[in-house]
């Protein structure tokens, strides 16, 4: 992906299983945010393509989301005027068909497809421990509500593979403890999920690989263990090489000051 | 919305509250039997307002203004809240005072404008004013009582049903009595009460309780409204003036409801609708019966109903394919460019500059009256005694019409359509990201709206006899749209009100007539400043006007919670 003279992302490749957490790192300006919107077809990538599931993606929002890859944002975009569940079925809305012929004679097709996608909707709610919230706006939800609203409205769409942008950005410990095990709840359904996230505590905890973004490049891809002790990965956040495991701690704590 | 101005603070209030009840009770006795004496130098002023013990009926509603702010403050004194339901007494009360000045004044100013001079309002008016200033400065000096909570309140089923049945009998009463105003001021006036009484409904929470009982009863609600319209016709005696009028408006209203999907529910602003019904209009014409009709084949009316449907909604996606990438302001300016490319073609389309369609500036005259089932939409009837012209017959097939329309727009918004375009008003990138189908939506919005205003079109040739593309300018799309605006976008009963408002208001008041431009554009201006969702919003785009309100977002969740929906349609 390229803007102008910048290269933003520049080959970056992966794979992510079934039932697999991939964290996905970097410092600031790293190409994280815009790795995910190529992705989703939000970019269009300038050169080079996004293959999913042995099939190339076209780089639309709507079809992407389709061939099953759904996201949150690292900025909560969620539709602040609707109500919590209206914001779910909204995630529904790719895998129903009722068309305007029988919306408006309300025809059987309407009344099942609606009964099914607010008992679905209902259902998702339920799953990241909002159902209290059915009939509540979503600009008037908490802050980690919302991120979880954010969720369940990915999940809506049916996705094998969630994209979540800074899920715990902003959040308290215990919001972040909660988050952490609806992640592991979603992988468990048989999900593929990627996180970006700059809490290291977090991702070191939560994933089963990570890869470290740098200047748009791949600097690493490996398991937690891996990644922490690379001395490069240290040097890209802090910018000096690290002497002693010391430092490393030092940059540990960093991450989370960022977060 | 903004708070009113408080003349006198509450502080001050405490001390004047005792005072102030007894000007406000004095100053509506007085006002009340002022009502007995003469107002106006000569009968001509309004509607006759010179004799002793013989009010007028603007005398009348001046004494049940002056009434109720006596007995409201009577009230608040003798009858006690009960549990959790309060009445807004003193309220209501305010609302009154208020009123009732507003009402005297524009008497009072009416009787001056008409008979040349303020020395033409004579003593019982001047009385009548004295009360009306002691009734509002009584009622400003008093304690504000809370909002009311008769929306809480219930009562047997079977009566509240009566109820609103009441209520429609009473709005038909007052819309059929308001018609028969011939005289501007008077008509001035007339509205001004029933403004000031509907404030009063609402202070003192009957408002609150009927909403509350017509979501109980939504169907009863329903097919009283469509008795109450239907039954219009017959209290006008076999008059066409005011039929005519109202056939108008309810051509405009169904235009402006499909104006209302693509501007209300997907939010494009279309600056050019007017195109759409024209496209409906010229092509029911081209294929009528009229000897100017260019078209050899004459389907019946429903047929041609659905081509007209058929050829807007074309029209609508072929302009609206290339224009909806652009959004906001440059859809607006694309839009209006294709009204004015649309009526400018019809002009052309004159057997010289292109093929003879329209036959140019003079359009297609002549349209012949419809006749379905045998039933001659020209021939005057009489139904049980009262006399129905053509007009009425027109009314009622419009009837039909703008019931089908309102059917539409309601089932769309409540659908997994309506759902997409709420979001894609919210976020359309969000939205996009979310796999709604943002362009088709749009694009259908599009096509739905310009298939009703076609279909609204077919009709109109019929109603209106004459078609000719100046009866398309880009001044009607701007009425329309303003329609929908001061009503409240995304709603049934504030578009509804607006398109009345704004097609009854011109025809019955020449001032108005002249000035309508002026008119219409202040009153739109005020309306942004102060209330910019419209004068019946739907509760979505109140909540989208005022993203930092939280208390409204709190309001509203409340009201949820107990419905069970975010009304995005009417009440």
């Not at chain 1, 959040?171 to 909660?178: A, K, Y």
């Not at chain 2, 109720?68 to 959790?84: E, N």
């Not at chain 2, 429903?302 to 081509?307: A, D, E, K, R, T």
């Not at chain 2, 201006?525 to 977002?553: C, K, N, T, V, Y």
Request: hydrophobic residues 50%; aromatic residues 8%.
């Amino acid at each position: 992906m390229r803007f102008g003279g910048l290269v933003a992302v520049n080959s970056v490749d992966f794979q992510v299983n079934k039932g697999e957490i991939m964290g996905l790192i970097g410092p600031n300006g790293a190409g994280k945010t815009t790795f995910f919107n190529c992705l989703t077809g939000l970019y269009i990538p300038t050169e080079g393509r996004v293959v999913f599931d042995g099939a190339v993606l076209p780089p639309k929002p709507r079809k992407v989301v389709i061939a099953g890859m759904a996201r949150t944002f690292q900025n909560i975009r969620l539709f602040g005027n609707m109500t919590a569940l209206e914001n779910v079925m909204v995630g529904r809305y790719c895998r129903t068909t009722t068309g305007p012929f029988t919306s408006i004679i309300r025809g059987p097709k309407f009344r099942r497809d609606e009964k099914a996608t607010t008992e679905r909707s209902q259902e998702l709610l339920d799953f990241v421990g909002l159902g209290h919230t059915t009939d509540h706006l979503a600009r008037n939800l908490s802050y980690g509500d919302q991120r979880r609203l954010e969720i369940a409205r990915a999940l809506g769409t049916d996705p094998k593979l969630l994209l979540l942008d800074e899920p715990t950005a902003g959040m308290n410990p215990q919001e972040t403890r909660q988050a952490e095990e609806l992640i592991f709840k979603i992988r468990d359904l048989g999900l593929a999920i990627v996180v970006i996230e700059h809490d290291m505590r977090f991702i070191f905890n939560l994933c089963d690989r990570v890869l470290c973004l740098v200047q748009g490049r791949t600097l690493i891809e490996g398991t937690p263990a891996e990644v922490q002790s690379d001395p490069r990965v240290i040097e890209a956040y802090i910018g000096t090489g690290p002497e002693d495991a010391a430092e490393l701690e030092a940059f540990e704590e960093e991450g989370q000051a960022n977060a | 919305m903004s708070k009113m101005p408080q003349l006198v603070t509450p502080e001050r209030q405490q001390r004047t509250d005792p005072a102030g009840r007894w000007l406000g009770i004095a100053g509506g006795l007085v006002l009340a039997a002022s009502a007995l004496l003469p107002w106006a130098y000569s009968f001509e002023a309004l509607d006759g307002m010179t004799l002793i013990a013989f009010p007028s009926p603007l005398q009348y509603l001046g004494m049940v203004l002056g009434l109720l702010v006596a007995g409201l403050i009577i009230c608040s004194r003798l009858i006690k809240p009960r549990g959790k339901i309060r009445v807004g007494w003193i309220r209501a009360a305010k609302a009154a005072g208020t009123g009732a000045l507003v009402y005297i004044g524009l008497i009072v100013l009416s009787i001056s404008l008409e008979l040349g001079g303020l020395i033409n309002v004579v003593y019982g008016g001047w009385l009548a004013l004295l009360g009306a200033v002691l009734a509002f400065a009584g009622t400003r000096l008093m304690i504000p009582d809370q909002p009311a909570t008769l929306s809480h309140a219930q009562i047997r089923p079977a009566l509240e049903i009566l109820l609103i049945a009441l209520v429609m009998g009473a709005a038909l009463f007052a819309t059929a009595f308001g018609l028969n105003i011939d005289d501007g001021g008077t008509f001035v006036c007339f509205l001004a009460f029933l403004g000031a009484f509907v404030a009063v409904l609402f202070r003192v929470g009957v408002m609150g309780f009927l909403s509350g009982a017509s979501q109980r009863h939504r169907k009863v609600l329903i097919l009283a409204a469509f008795v109450v319209a239907f039954l219009f016709p017959f209290t006008q005696g076999g008059s066409d003036a005011n039929m005519s009028i109202a056939t108008q408006v309810i051509i405009f209203a169904a235009a402006a409801m499909g104006l209302n999907i693509t501007v209300g529910l997907a939010g494009l602003l279309d600056l050019g609708y007017i195109a759409f019904l024209g496209a409906g209009a010229f092509t029911a014409a081209v294929l009528s019966r009229s000897a100017f009709a260019t078209a050899d084949i004459h389907p019946p009316f429903i047929v041609v109903v659905l081509i007209a449907g058929v050829v807007s909604a074309t029209l609508g996606l072929i302009i609206g394919s290339p224009t909806l990438r652009v959004s906001g302001d440059y859809l607006a300016i694309v839009t209006l460019a294709f009204g004015e490319i649309f009526r400018i073609t019809m002009i052309n389309l004159d057997g010289e500059a292109g093929p003879d369609i329209t036959h140019g500036s003079n359009g297609i005259p002549a349209i012949p009256d419809l006749t379905l089932l045998g039933f001659d939409f020209g021939d005057p009837h009489t139904v049980l005694g009262i006399p129905l012209g053509r007009f009425s017959n027109y009314y009622f097939l419009l009837l039909v019409l703008i019931a089908f329309v309102i059917l539409v727009f309601v089932r769309l918004n409540n659908s997994r359509i309506g759902r997409g375009w709420v979001a894609i008003r919210e976020d359309e990138k969000a939205a996009e990201a979310m796999g709604v189908n943002v362009f088709g939506l749009k694009l259908f919005a599009f096509a739905s709206g310009a298939f009703l205003a076609g279909i609204a079109g077919a009709v109109k040739a019929h109603v209106d006899i004459s078609i000719t593309p100046d009866q398309f300018v880009f001044l009607e799309s701007a009425f329309l749209l303003a329609a929908v605006v001061l009503g409240g976008m995304g709603t049934v009963l504030g578009v509804l009100v607006g398109a009345t408002l704004l097609k009854l208001l011109p025809e019955k008041l020449r001032f108005v007539t002249d000035y309508r431009l002026m008119i219409f554009a202040l009153l739109l201006i005020l309306m942004m400043r102060f209330r910019p969702e419209g004068m019946i919003p739907s509760r979505r785009r109140q909540l989208e006007f005022h993203e930092e309100d939280e208390e409204l977002a709190e309001r509203i969740e409340e009201e949820v919670e107990e419905t069970g929906v975010l009304k995005g349609a009417g009440r």
